[in-house]
């Protein structure tokens, strides 16, 4: 049984038909992994789906925008849709010339911290509430999966992220890697995440490929 | 397997695996990377189906993948093509489009009533009585049907997938290998599809007796596998063409769609067959086909055979045959001169007697047209016409035909490439190609081997420098020359017919000059009325011939003259590649799992999935919403809202920027208040509607229509863009869950969970606050569409699902009960709110609606303004007006849609319509003459049966005319 949380995953209820151990991160319910034949990380190495919605995340959006978090000390992109790597396995990424959206990684506090400092009536920066479903697709064949279900070539290699459709739905894609096999970080609007889930999880299965808990990919929270 | 040859060098079968599978009840054995159609012949059966109309025995004809007559069911696929379907073990067969199966088709009584039925018969002959249609309708379909769909067959799942590469090369002979080799070599991406199982082209049958040839296959072949970036793709059809190289492929799993940067087709072409009577019973087929029996199947196609030519491959046809010990009756060349090549030594030398100027007059049928028995020869005069002198009959059980070749163009024309016709060759050729679309080889006019080769390296490497690779030298396009590969009028006229041009259709010469005859004489024109073209093999062995007799029949040439439009897909492909993997996005609320879990019955709004009402045990579903609607009148009811379009507008400009999009003034709209939008468009037409609630003063939070909210957010990051104002839009809408508390009690059950001051002062009605409620930052609107106090709260999605739960724990002393669509679409009725898209139209503006008052006219500018002024003075045609019937009538009641009839001319429509369970009687809105719109005025409405009911105008709302509900505390009516 999950806690009884403020915050829920907006795949939360897919998660729970694959009878996963539960964990708290981020004051969100989290799959930390599931019941399986297989070691997850092995899973991870060939084809694995992995719900990341409970890292936290704003978008910050406005003329000023970019130089009120440059001077929070914040090193914001240069370029649109380049990503840079934000306090411990945080992200920071330029979605648009004026639009800088930041995720914190599961244990980062800097979204908090953002808010904090954010005035709401201050001029020229605006914040945007961000929340998304959030998952990451990993494994030698998570190309494949891609290829089934996008229309954009994330066989070149790229590091920016791409705005596309992903199974008919709009999605912010990020092609990274993880211990050593490609991955895509995915974020899409939170009222289609459980159908891109599961259609993904789907296609994942299809390929041999399977739900890995988010202690696979962040083996620090073993033990939340 | 009594014709199975020897071991052919490179046969594509296995003869170490045995096949074994069932056709029509009969055991057949073939053996791996046997069809159908080849394994069938292979053991002597040569009906391998029966033709469209006139059910005639049909064999193997062009084993080009584009027999058309050869299509089978099991119990698992319907529409299998024997041509192109490997066997497999225990596979059971059943020929589509017979009544007793192939041998016994009692259906063949259709040929003797051929002349019955000429072209254009069916848009003739069954058009009138009209009554009848339906009938011949059904009798036609039963008679021409192609197999039947197993509804009850397992699901098989063609998933569909993208794909990449720099440079897509459409067939592998020894241009295609040629070309995907150059650019490879340039380090590019290539992709090779073959629609065959096995690559080479005609390497693989053309090159029977030339063991250099098969070698250079090999080496072609060992060379692109040392090619680390190239892919070859066997049994892989290019069937589609679509803008910037965007390329279906086929093949036996799925459909891959292919993005090239720059394509290279080397598809070669298909050979022509020529026309003359039974030109179509098996044993008749194109020397192409045979080729391909002896070398890739190892199959003897006849045993005794007449080659009917006019250009070399026939001369080399009759040699394989006779290499394999097939005999030679002699050869028919159409041509006076006959073959100038050295072939025509060969020829000689092998004993095989060549008639020069003369052609098949007709196959002779035998065994009841199963099979055929001889050839009738007859000579041909100086304008190619058949002479009735000096006929000869020669013995044989089968005819190959050499005569000419069409390129296989369908991806090129579909890529827009002009082509045009090519004298010196008798075919059409590649003009003018789009750019990044090249051709090569035989498609490209190129026939020589060498240049084939030749001509594919030149447009590998061009393919290439055009996606940009450093090429040093792009070579130039080789000259096409004679002599020509195909005779510009392989036809030979009879006075008893059945001399085919089309067998897809069963469509013979006469057809056509009956077609010509009555005006159908052009190209597009001929084919929609004759049909040609339009079967399974999509016209690839009747397109040219029908071009030629129709340009015979008007005396003119094929030069500049075009062939049909060519469209995808080149080949019959599958509904279920076509269909592939089902993405059916739809969206859900954070909320939605519990109302599942709560018995909610979900509707579809937009792409939305959302309660329509909450089932309770031993309630109908009227008694439910009713009890809904019951609810929030008395007590306190909480709806899911998070459907609704939120979009947040901010910067200086924010206020200027609604101003113009909306209709109504927000410029000077307090913070921390609330005001109805309604959007128009251009025209006026209303097209939205929402609320607008001021954060500050340069931040708005508005809310549109649930299946507006994409469009609308769309259209406003258009305007702001034209309008160049400093504003910036975020499209909020999953971003924020939302839910409706409304009802008498609402404000109780909100003050436990909020630290909101919800006292009427200082959250008034059309108040917006923001504070928490369950501890979660929410921003709320005291806004009543239902009518009722109440409190549209908005808060984080992902703490949707917590809030809901929290309220509907607070509200349980209350008797909180959920809602849904239904009970909400009875309540705002009962206030008189209106639905956009419900109860207006595409054409309706505010002036009909009632809505006036949202418009004003006087600000400086807004989008549909101008339309605006201009109707505004024009008289109404049309208002929307309340209507009601009488408490406790019983009858039938008028439902949405239905017209309202004035002085038996239709005045308007019903919207909306329901039974009030507050009121105690059915009311709605209707579209009614303006002077008809007067309160009190009776209107007749037109019922389903054709019953007239008379209805009586009601000014809305119906309920609580003065607000008072929403706007001040009402004391909660208990009702006993």
């Not at chain 2, 917006?768 to 109440?790: C, K, N, P, S, T």
Request: proline share 5%; glycine share 10%; net charge neutral.
């Amino acid at each position: 049984m999950t806690q009884k949380l403020k915050r829920l995953s907006p795949v939360k209820d897919a998660l729970e038909e694959l009878h996963p151990r539960w964990g708290k991160v981020q004051e969100m319910s989290v799959a930390l992994s599931f019941q399986s034949s297989k070691p997850e990380r092995l899973t991870r190495a060939e084809l694995a789906l992995c719900d990341l919605s409970c890292l936290p995340r704003a978008s910050f959006k406005g003329p000023e925008a970019v130089s009120w978090l440059e001077g929070l000390g914040i090193a914001v992109p240069e370029t649109v849709y380049q990503y840079s790597v934000w306090n411990d396995g945080g992200l920071i990424m330029r979605t648009d010339g004026q639009e800088v959206l930041l995720e914190d990684g599961p244990e980062g506090q800097g979204i908090a911290r953002l808010t904090e400092y954010y005035e709401p009536a201050r001029s020229g920066v605006y914040r945007v509430e961000r929340q998304e479903a959030a998952f990451l697709l990993c494994g030698a064949k998570a190309n494949d999966v891609l290829l089934e279900t996008c229309g954009y070539n994330f066989q070149r290699p790229g590091d920016r992220l791409v705005m596309t459709r992903v199974a008919g739905v709009s999605c912010a894609v990020l092609p990274i890697e993880l211990a050593g096999v490609p991955a895509f970080r995915l974020w899409l609007d939170c009222s289609y995440g459980i159908y891109l889930w599961e259609a993904l999880y789907e296609i994942v299965r299809d390929h041999g490929g399977g739900a890995v808990g988010m202690s696979c990919i962040y083996p620090e929270l073993v033990g939340s | 397997m009594i014709n199975r040859l020897p071991p052919q060098p490179g046969e594509w079968i296995d003869r170490n695996r045995r096949v074994r599978f069932w056709v029509e009840d009969r055991e057949v054995v073939g053996f791996e990377g046997d069809t159908i159609s080849t394994a069938l012949w292979a053991n002597g059966i040569r009906i391998l189906g029966r033709s469209f109309k006139y059910h005639r025995p049909r064999g193997i004809w062009s084993l080009a993948n584009t027999d058309c007559n050869g299509v089978f069911e099991s119990a698992e696929e319907t529409n299998i093509r024997s041509d192109t379907t490997l066997i497999t073990e225990g596979m059971n067969l059943k020929a589509v489009n017979t009544v007793g199966g192939l041998d016994r088709d009692l259906a063949g009584f259709m040929d003797k009533l051929s002349p019955f039925f000429p072209v254009g018969f069916y848009y003739k002959a069954f058009h009138t009585p009209r009554k009848l249609f339906p009938f011949y309708e059904s009798k036609m379909r039963d008679m021409a049907g192609l197999g039947s769909v197993n509804s009850k067959k397992p699901l098989k799942h063609s998933p569909k997938r993208y794909d990449f590469c720099d440079v897509l090369v459409v067939g592998s002979g020894p241009s295609g290998l040629s070309a995907a080799i150059a650019a490879a070599e340039q380090g590019l991406k290539v992709h090779l599809v073959e629609e065959n199982p096995q690559p080479g082209g005609t390497l693989c049958f053309q090159a029977g007796r030339d063991p250099a040839r098969r070698q250079l296959r090999d080496k072609l072949l060992e060379r692109a596998r040392c090619l680390e970036t190239l892919e070859i793709r066997v049994s892989t059809m290019a069937a589609g063409y679509y803008a910037d190289h965007w390329v279906a492929l086929i093949d036996p799993i799925r459909m891959t769609k292919l993005r090239a940067r720059s394509v290279v087709v080397a598809g070669g072409c298909y050979e022509q067959p020529a026309v003359f009577r039974n030109n179509d019973l098996p044993g008749v087929m194109l020397a192409s086909a045979a080729q391909r029996l002896v070398h890739q199947y190892a199959v003897r196609p006849f045993r005794e055979v007449v080659v009917l030519t006019a250009n070399r491959d026939g001369y080399e046809a009759a040699l394989d045959l006779h290499a394999v010990g097939i005999k030679v009756a002699a050869i028919a060349d159409l041509r006076s001169g006959g073959e100038p090549s050295d072939a025509a030594g060969q020829v000689r030398q092998a004993g095989i007697f060549v008639h020069k100027g003369s052609a098949v007059y007709e196959a002779i049928p035998c065994n009841g047209k199963k099979s055929i028995c001889g050839a009738l020869l007859c000579n041909l005069d100086e304008q190619g016409n058949p002479r009735q002198d000096g006929k000869i009959q020669l013995d044989c059980d089968g005819i190959s035909m050499s005569v000419g070749w069409a390129p296989a163009d369908g991806l090129l024309r579909q890529g827009r490439t002009r082509m045009s016709y090519c004298e010196a060759l008798e075919q059409y050729v590649p003009d003018a190609l789009p750019p990044g679309l090249f051709a090569a080889g035989r498609t490209n006019g190129i026939y020589r081997l060498e240049d084939r080769m030749e001509d594919g390296k030149r447009a590998g490497l061009a393919a290439a420098a055009y996606c940009g690779a450093s090429v040093r030298h792009v070579p130039q396009d080789l000259r096409r020359e004679g002599p020509p590969p195909s005779h510009p009028y392989p036809v030979v006229a009879h006075p008893e017919n059945k001399n085919f041009v089309d067998l897809d259709e069963d469509l013979q010469l006469k057809d056509f000059e009956a077609a010509i005859k009555e005006g159908y004489d052009n190209i597009e024109l001929l084919k929609r009325y004759s049909t040609f073209g339009m079967g399974p093999s999509q016209g690839k062995h009747s397109n040219l011939n029908a071009a030629r007799i129709l340009s015979r029949l008007r005396g003119e040439s094929l030069v500049a003259k075009a062939l049909t439009t060519a469209r995808p897909f080149t080949s019959p492909v599958s509904l279920g590649h076509l269909a592939g993997r089902i993405f059916s996005p739809h969206r859900q609320t954070p909320m939605h799992q519990w109302h599942l879990e709560t018995g909610a019955k979900l509707m579809q709004a937009g792409n939305w999935l959302r309660p329509e009402y909450y089932v309770r045990q031993g309630l109908t579903r009227q008694e439910t919403i009713w009890a809904e609607v019951k609810a929030v009148r008395q007590q306190v009811g909480l709806i899911d809202v998070g459907t609704l379009g939120k979009i947040e507008i901010s910067g200086p400009d924010a206020a200027e920027f609604i101003e113009r999009m909306y209709t109504s003034r927000y410029a000077k709209l307090e913070i921390g208040m609330s005001r109805y939008l309604l959007m128009c468009d251009e025209s006026g037409v209303m097209i939205d509607d929402g609320v607008a609630a001021r954060l500050a003063a340069d931040r708005f939070y508005v809310t549109t229509t649930t299946s507006g909210s994409d469009a609308i957010a769309r259209e406003m990051k258009r305007w702001a863009i034209c309008w160049n104002l400093k504003v910036v839009l975020v499209n909020a809408t999953g971003s924020y869950a939302a839910m409706n508390l409304a009802g008498p009690e609402s404000r109780q059950v909100l003050k436990e969970l909020s630290d909101i001051d919800l006292d009427p002062k200082a959250f008034p009605y059309l108040g917006v606050r923001e504070g928490r409620v369950a501890g979660v930052h929410a921003r709320l609107l005291r806004v009543g569409f239902v009518g009722e106090w109440g409190y549209e709260i908005h808060v984080p999605a992902n703490s949707g699902a917590w809030v809901w739960d929290q309220l509907m724990e607070a509200g349980r002393a209350s008797a909180i009960q959920p809602f849904g669509v239904e009970a909400q679409r009875i309540l705002r009725l009962e206030k008189g709110h209106i639905i956009i898209g419900q109860d207006s139209d595409g054409l309706t503006h505010p002036y009909e609606a009632g809505m006036g008052w949202a418009v004003k006219l006087d600000k400086e500018f807004f989008i549909g303004q101008r339309s605006l002024r201009i109707l505004r003075k024009k008289p109404l045609t049309r208002r929307l007006t309340g209507f009601a019937l009488p408490k406790g009538y019983v009858g039938p009641s008028p439902k949405e849609c239905h017209l309202v009839i004035d002085e038996g001319e239709i005045a308007g429509r019903v919207t909306s319509v329901t039974f009030s369970p507050t009121l105690g009687q059915i009311i709605g809105m209707a579209y009614v003459k303006p002077a008809q719109a007067e309160a009190g005025s009776l209107i007749e409405v037109r019922l389903d049966g054709g019953e007239m009911i008379r209805v009586t105008v009601v000014k809305t709302p119906f309920y609580d005319p003065e607000n008072l509900r929403q706007s001040q505390v009402v004391e909660l009516e208990r009702v006993s």
